[in-house]
């Protein structure tokens, strides 16, 4: 596997068994349906509990039969993760950071305990709703109500492009407490089998194929106040999950990528025209030696963020700079990659062209390439362009 650098020289004992372990799982358990996955456009369901075991969610929180690994760790997972497929990184992204992160952080102790340890195993599945049809790029603009009614609250509003939330048994859901001053956005632990609850699937994707994708409808929800994140109020709830997400995501993108350089290497010294492999023509060595430069470049980002978050210093801008960087970077070296298998590289045999295609959601989930732009440039000069 590409590490030019020799970055991995460096990892523990325990970075390294996990690095073994994912690749492993993505060798043995992933690689062989994912493309068939891919064409009929549904999520590996056995994988679920699999990853649970593998102890894939969430690894970071230490306790409630978590491992409590450290940051770089993480990142490598997801790296590995990523290197099967985007779907099944999102699976355990979904998941960990975005379900169990503010459950752990902002949660009661009760919350934990009911939560975690299901989730943990793979046996209870959660997604994160935060989007809404009206407010994408723009979430503090949410519609979505939550008001007050005794010992506890009712939910009305809509989410879209929720990711596992047709198999989700809990949804984190994001709403306006309108019976509070302001109306402050709060975290519910919304299980899915409460009346007014809808979870519809988005099928005709284009992208992202291998991961369950829907919709939450709240038609009337009424949740009890145990259900409601006491810890947290504000944007600065979901804002702190993505954070945590993007960071997996700045790894993961480099998975994708590496993935289909390794294909489209393969291919180069195995494809024969004019009499030789056409690794040997010059043109193709350019692409291959400016896809390697590339990965390695996103690899010392990622390895660079681990440093400083495993520090305690990492700040919200630096993981944008490397969400941004890593996953445009995938994006040019998937297609890359595509163009040099020929014809060959626009089936699902090989990797390169599923990956190009499920990079075009990651470039634009978790921040848009264009958000993130903008976070960059309101960082370094002190302007903000956006609210
Ligand atoms: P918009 O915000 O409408 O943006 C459209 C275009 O306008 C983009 O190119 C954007 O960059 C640009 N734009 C917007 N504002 C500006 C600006 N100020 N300046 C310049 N350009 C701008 N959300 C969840 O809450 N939970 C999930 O689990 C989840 N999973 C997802 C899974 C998939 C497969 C997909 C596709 C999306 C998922 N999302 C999820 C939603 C995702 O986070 C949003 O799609 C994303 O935030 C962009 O919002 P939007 O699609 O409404 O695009």
Redesign the pocket.
Known sequence: MLDYLGLEEDLTAEERMIRDEARRFVESEVKPDIGEHFEKGTFPMDLIPQMGELGFYAPTIDGYGLPGVGDRAYGILMQELEAGDSGIR?MAS?QGA?VMYPIDAFGSEEQKERWLPELGTGEAVG?????EPE????PSGMETRAERDDDGYVLNGS?T????SPIADVAVVWARDTSAANAPVRGFLVETDRDGVSTNKIDD?L??RA?V?GEIGLDDVWVPEEDVLPNVEGMKGPLSCLTQARYGISWGAVGAARDAFEDALAYAKDRDQFGGPIARFQMQQDKLAEMATQITNGQLMAHRLAEIKERGDLRHQQVSMAKRHNVRMAREVTRTAREMLGGNGITTDYSPMRHMANIE?VY????????HT?VLGADLTGIP??E
């Open positions: 999102s979904v975005l997604c994160f709703g935060l989007t407010h994408g790029s723009n989410k492009w929720i990711t596992n994707k992208s992202m991961s994708t959601t634009t989930y978790e921040g848009t390439h264009d958000i903008l362009a956006f």
